[in-house]
């Protein structure tokens, strides 16, 4: 299995501050047909995961714009421009490449 | 709007059955595909089954196959999960998901099962 792996796994950051989440593959995630099937999941306290971004950088409707991803290959980051009480949380990394999807470990992004 | 409700989480003896049920509204479900995910402290988030449309394809994680079964009803909008032979590990909160498996789009809030004797 493709194994994620996310960094930092805990994330203090000072309101209206960017943050920077960084989630490396053991295996590319190129697919046959050129994209990246990377998404990141955002899941606040006591809430079910909710998708925030898909294929590295496409933004899910209703996400705001402070929220970006980047990356190819095996090397992707999800950045927030500028850190709001409501992006507490943990955030996931999710491959869709290979077979079986895997996810990352979590980054719990919390406010200092 | 999108929703995913589960039911039939609980607690279960080890060796037992539980059947988890998700009904879906607001999508377009006879074409989604749709995934079961669990989620447990210690490992994290956890795709264990996916299932086609049609269930014509159905795949499972080497942790719950030949104990699971996914199923479909397209009419009644809903996917199950018969869980059977259950270990302590299975015990997590289940997650109902549509999009497939690249997207995962949309999650359900959640059931918790607790294999415990």
Redesign the interface.
């Known amino acids: 299995d493709v194994v994620m792996t996310q960094s930092p796994l805990s994330l203090p950051v000072t309101l209206g501050q960017p943050a920077s989440i960084s989630c490396r593959s053991n295996q590319s995630l190129v697919y046959s047909d050129g994209y990246n099937y990377l998404n990141w999941f955002q899941q606040r306290p006591g809430q079910s995961p909710r998708r925030l971004i898909y294929r590295v950088s496409v933004r899910d409707s209703g996400v705001p714009d402070r929220f970006s991803g980047s990356g190819s290959g095996t090397d992707f980051t999800l950045k927030i421009s500028s850190v709001e009480g409501e992006d507490v949380g943990v955030y996931y990394c999710m491959q869709g490449t290979h077979w079986p999807p895997t996810f990352g470990q979590g980054t719990k992004v919390e406010i200092k | 709007e999108v929703q995913l409700v589960e039911s039939g989480g609980g607690l279960a003896q080890p060796g037992g059955s539980l059947r988890l049920s998700c009904v879906t509204y607001g999508l377009g479900f006879s074409v989604f595909e749709m995934?079961w995910v669990r989620q447990t402290p210690g490992k994290?988030?956890?795709?264990i089954s996916y299932i086609s449309g049609s269930s014509a394809t159905i795949?499972y994680?080497d942790s719950v196959k030949g104990r699971f079964t996914i199923s479909r009803d397209n009419a009644e909008r809903s996917l199950y999960l018969q869980m059977n032979n259950l270990r302590a590990e299975d015990t997590a909160v289940y997650?109902c998901n549509a999009?497939?498996?690249?997207?995962?789009?949309?999650?359900?809030?959640?059931t918790p099962v607790t294999v415990s004797s």
Do not use: K
């Open positions: 995934n994290g988030l956890e795709w795949y994680a997650y999009g497939g498996l690249r997207f995962f789009d949309h999650w359900g809030q959640g």
